[in-house]
């Protein structure tokens, strides 16, 4: 199973909103309703964003918000702000009933 | 809450071997199941695999060979071995409980260095 695929770096300016791809293949992300996204902090543990591709868990706030098109998801941060400067994964289940992550995404509040 | 501990020490060609402790909750709760996610140093995370409180078992299947993981209801624990380790084994580990296919809550995780 191959890492979904995302792009190594986004920048945003506080208040702006960003956009962090994530592209799989027929076997995850196009097949399932099941996308997930994580920040990163450097030494901490990873946090749950967003889950079944558009849901948030208790306390995320509204803020992050995910979408899927094809075999394309995305994590749109809006009103961007300096403690945002995280790491991003997205992870896909995939058809052999297995989980698989992105490569990561580092975002960087300019 | 989950709290990983083991070795933080392991010799190339040796078990590594980690405990997850499950908190504030039952691991035999039917509503979620339970594994272990790893990041090397300066890499991504890797999925190792998870486990039901059942005992069934998917595993990435790179790692199929060598992982094997269980649960001990009665000390509401979860372990994770994995055999063979080589320096490409240094990570840090995560317990994890997932539901809804996404990993929903992660312990703090604990460096585990392969070295000679």
């Known amino acids: 199973q191959s890492a979904l695929t995302q792009p190594a770096s986004v920048s945003g300016s506080p208040g702006q909103s960003i956009t962090i791809s994530c592209t799989g293949s027929s076997s995850d992300v196009a097949l399932y309703m099941f996308v997930s996204w994580y920040q990163h902090h450097p030494d901490k543990a990873p946090k749950l964003l967003i889950y079944d591709v558009t849901h948030r868990p208790s306390g995320i706030s509204n803020r992050f918000s995910g979408s899927k098109s094809g075999n394309t998801a995305s994590l749109t941060i809006s009103g961007l702000q300096a403690e945002d400067e995280a790491d991003y994964y997205c992870?896909?289940?995939?058809?052999?009933?297995?989980?698989?992550f992105g490569g990561g995404t580092k975002l960087t509040v300019l | 809450q989950l709290q990983e501990s083991g070795p933080g020490l392991v010799k190339p060609s040796e078990t590594l071997s980690l405990t997850c402790t499950v908190s504030g909750g039952s691991i035999s709760n039917s509503v979620y199941y339970w594994g272990w996610i790893r990041q090397p140093p300066g890499k991504g995370l890797e999925w190792m695999g998870n486990?039901?409180?059942?005992?069934?078992?998917n595993y990435n299947m790179p790692l199929k060979s060598r992982v094997i993981m269980s649960v001990d209801t009665s000390k509401n624990q979860l372990s994770l071995r994995l055999s063979s380790v080589t320096v490409a084994d240094t990570a840090i580990y995560f317990c994890?409980?997932?539901?809804?296919?996404?990993?929903?809550?992660w312990g703090p995780g604990t460096l585990v260095t392969v070295s000679s």
């Open positions: 486990i039901y409180f059942a005992g069934n078992t």
């Open positions: 994890v409980r997932f539901s809804s296919r996404a990993a929903f809550q």
């Open positions: 992870s896909s289940y995939t058809s052999s009933n297995t989980m698989v």
